[in-house]
């Protein structure tokens, strides 16, 4: 793909706004969860209520990323992204408001972080099904390298922020700051005007929606195999990452190098969609499955060789494979599934890795506990590789051609079967 063709696609005004809301909006969401550690921490220096107050707003928004799906399939887009955004810069007012006039509680910082990891996860779907309806369909692989690019640039760029700010100014005043990125994100929204997907099918109700997409995605072979192998690969590195990983970090490389670790696979990250920016192939899911593959070098290296420039080369692999997935993946998704259903459909697919995240973190360290640290490590690659592997594997996934998308509206490409409605 020329550089020409890639700028194309960011010329495209609505694909344009796209990306600076979603920067916004990636900005903001690396400084939160930072920001309100450190309000909880000032409240009461309990570890307990810091688990509390950080771990609602992820654990309650997973059960609401389905109903996202729902309004994102029903109303404009654009709009439940305006509406969202703006409610969650009011929560972050609020949580601002509450510790600058040290009015803050754990049930106040709790309550608020839960409303705020609710409205964030009924804005994810519609957030994966508006990208397509920015680009054109030609540019769809290139953009969506692009957008990660940006949205992984925000994410490096917030978080180290959200640090400086809450030691200088203040986790109230941190709040404040990250309010402020969730109000200009609608601001750009707002004028990505695109119309509302065609209707199909019973939509009598919700949950006839709900219905039938959990039908159309299982109808997909090629995405609910990919999503089912995701839950234990993502599970696995991030129990090896997040949670083994300081572990043999503070016996090995230090908690210094093992932030120079994190820094390396974000720079990996960046790599890996640029690298799916410029990839040509006509197989694009099977390339981004079979990628994944030698992200088992890094629970590896942890286990066997944790010295700072094995870690350091394992973390960029893994970091740009994972990428690479991930645009060939949403790039698969936007081309094969009809844009009336993309939305709900999206929020199944993203539930498994949604879920995924939490169970590896979790049995990480009971496992640990029970037959060692490097035992466990080396079982993560394991189960990492055969999911890979498995994915790479199948035919559905190994055969799904890279091209233009259906009608919206319209039935699958005939390599899929048609869609069940409910």
Same mark, same amino acid.
């Given at each position: 793909?020329?550089?020409?063709?890639?700028?194309?696609?960011?010329?495209?005004?609505?694909?344009?706004?796209?990306?600076?809301?979603?920067?916004?909006?990636?900005?903001?969401?690396?400084?939160?969860?930072?920001?309100?550690?450190?309000?909880?921490?000032?409240?009461?220096?309990?570890?307990?209520?810091?688990?509390?107050?950080?771990?609602?707003? %992820?654990?309650?928004?997973?059960?609401?990323? &389905?109903?996202?799906?729902?309004?994102?399939?029903? $109303?404009?887009?654009?709009?439940?992204?305006?509406?969202?955004?703006?409610?969650? #810069?009011?929560?972050?007012?609020?949580?601002?408001?509450?510790?600058?006039?040290?009015?803050?509680?754990?049930?106040?910082?709790?309550?608020?972080?839960?409303?705020?990891?609710?409205?964030?996860?009924?804005?994810?779907?519609?957030?994966?099904?508006?990208?397509?309806?920015?680009?054109? +369909?030609?540019?769809?692989?290139?953009?969506?390298?692009?957008?990660?690019?940006?949205?992984?640039?925000?994410?490096?760029?917030?978080?180290?922020?959200?640090?400086?700010?809450? #030691?200088?100014?203040?986790?109230?005043?941190?709040? !404040?700051?990250? !309010?402020?990125?969730?109000?200009?994100?609608?601001?750009?929204?707002?004028?990505?005007?695109?119309?509302?997907?065609?209707?199909?099918?019973?939509?009598?109700?919700?949950?006839?929606?709900?219905?039938?997409?959990? %039908?159309?995605?299982?109808?997909?072979?090629?995405?609910?195999?990919?999503? !089912?192998?995701?839950?234990?690969?993502?599970?696995?590195?991030?129990?090896?990452?997040?949670?083994?990983?300081?572990?043999?970090?503070?016996?090995?490389?230090?908690?210094?190098?093992?932030?120079?670790?994190?820094?390396? +696979?974000?720079?990996?990250?960046?790599?890996?969609?640029?690298?799916?920016?410029?990839?040509?192939?006509?197989? &694009?899911?099977?390339?981004?499955?079979?990628?994944?593959?030698?992200?088992?070098?890094?629970? $590896?290296?942890?286990?066997?060789?944790?010295?700072?420039?094995?870690?350091?080369?394992?973390?960029?692999?893994?970091?740009?494979?994972?990428?690479?997935?991930?645009?060939?993946?949403?790039?698969?998704?936007? +081309?094969?599934?009809?844009?009336?259903?993309?939305?709900?459909?999206?929020?199944?697919?993203?539930?498994?890795?949604?879920?995924?995240?939490?169970?590896?973190?979790?049995?990480?360290?009971?496992?640990?506990? %029970? /037959?060692?640290?490097?035992?466990?490590?080396?079982?993560?690659?394991? /189960?990492?590789?055969?999911?890979?592997?498995?994915?790479?594997?199948?035919?559905?996934?190994?055969?799904?051609?890279?091209?233009?998308?259906?009608?919206?509206?319209?039935?699958?490409?005939?390599? +899929?079967?048609?869609?069940?409605?409910?």
């Amino acid at each position: 793909m020329s550089q020409g063709g890639t700028l194309a696609a960011f010329r495209h005004r609505p694909f344009r706004l796209l990306i600076f809301g979603r920067c916004f909006v990636a900005f903001g969401n690396a400084m939160t969860p930072i920001t309100l550690a450190f309000a909880a921490l000032d409240l009461t220096g309990s570890l307990r209520d810091l688990g509390i107050v950080v771990g609602a707003r %992820s654990v309650v928004g997973l059960l609401f990323v &389905l109903v996202g799906g729902v309004i994102a399939d029903r $109303l404009p887009r654009h709009k439940v992204l305006v509406w969202t955004m703006a409610a969650v #810069a009011a929560t972050q007012l609020a949580m601002a408001a509450i510790v600058l006039t040290q009015h803050a509680s754990v049930l106040w910082l709790a309550s608020l972080s839960v409303v705020n990891g609710i409205l964030a996860s009924v804005s994810l779907p519609a957030v994966g099904a508006l990208t397509p309806q920015t680009i054109p +369909e030609g540019q769809r692989q290139q953009g969506n390298a692009l957008l990660r690019m940006s949205v992984n640039l925000a994410m490096t760029i917030g978080a180290p922020t959200a640090g400086v700010l809450t #030691a200088v100014v203040g986790p109230g005043w941190a709040m !404040a700051a990250t !309010a402020l990125l969730f109000v200009a994100a609608p601001l750009c929204f707002a004028r990505v005007d695109v119309p509302l997907p065609a209707q199909t099918g019973d939509r009598s109700s919700p949950l006839a929606d709900l219905r039938a997409g959990w %039908s159309g995605f299982l109808s997909y072979q090629w995405l609910w195999v990919t999503s !089912a192998c995701y839950v234990f690969f993502w599970a696995a590195l991030a129990g090896a990452e997040r949670v083994l990983g300081p572990a043999v970090a503070d016996d090995t490389v230090g908690r210094a190098g093992w932030g120079v670790v994190l820094a390396f +696979e974000t720079i990996g990250m960046i790599l890996g969609a640029y690298a799916a920016l410029r990839l040509r192939t006509r197989r &694009l899911m099977a390339v981004g499955a079979f990628a994944l593959l030698p992200a088992v070098a890094l629970p $590896l290296a942890l286990a066997w060789q944790p010295s700072i420039v094995p870690l350091l080369i394992t973390a960029v692999i893994t970091g740009a494979v994972t990428e690479l997935f991930m645009v060939a993946w949403s790039t698969s998704m936007q +081309e094969h599934v009809p844009d009336a259903m993309l939305a709900r459909i999206y929020a199944i697919s993203s539930l498994a890795s949604m879920i995924a995240l939490p169970l590896g973190q979790l049995t990480a360290g009971p496992v640990a506990d %029970s /037959i060692g640290i490097q035992h466990t490590l080396v079982w993560m690659g394991v /189960i990492m590789l055969v999911s890979a592997g498995l994915m790479s594997l199948n035919p559905s996934v190994r055969r799904l051609p890279h091209g233009p998308p259906p009608p919206s509206g319209g039935t699958p490409p005939t390599d +899929e079967p048609a869609l069940v409605s409910a």
